[in-house]
């Protein structure tokens, strides 16, 4: 099996659609997913993403999906909203390779850092994310307004 990442391209986005919908159930939320193809490829064409994909003989099989965000205190700071590899692919190195994709691009985009959350009771992405010297706030408080 060859595993190869790349830039994403418009044509991915219903592969990686059905990803984030792998995710949504994963985390047992997929009554909350209200995003759509549709909608990710004119936010996409909008440029208000990017994303790498891996695949694994021509077939997407994991996501990076990031945006760029402004920190008035650090600068340009890289998003990674989602990193998701499909179920029956884990523990074959993929997250690694779209994450290592991921710190290389904030690097090149001349980022002052990099920025994701990960749900606490996700111990198998805690402890990889712990193998890059990751530092875990404690201190803030997510919070949101949904429309």
């Keep these: 099996m060859t595993i190869s990442t790349r830039q994403g391209t418009t044509e991915d986005i219903p592969s990686v659609f059905e990803l984030v919908k792998e995710l949504a159930t994963y985390e047992k939320a997929l009554n909350q997913v209200s995003n759509n193809v549709e909608k990710m490829t004119r936010d996409y064409n909008e440029k208000l993403y990017d994303f790498f994909v891996a695949e694994a003989d021509s077939k997407i099989v994991g996501l990076s999906l990031y945006y760029f965000r402004y920190s008035t205190w650090k600068g340009k700071r890289l ?69």
Excluded: P
Excluded at 93 to 113: H, M, P, R, W
Excluded at 128 to 137: A, E, L, S
């Design 79 to 147: 998003y990674m909203e989602d990193i998701i590899v499909t179920e029956s692919m884990r523990g074959n190195g993929i997250g690694k390779i779209l994450f290592d994709a991921t710190v290389k691009a904030a690097k090149q985009t001349g980022c002052t850092g990099m920025l994701w959350q990960v749900l606490d009771w996700n111990t198998s992405a805690v402890g990889f994310y712990r193998k890059y010297g990751t530092n875990f706030d404690n201190e803030w408080i997510n919070c949101s307004l949904d429309f």
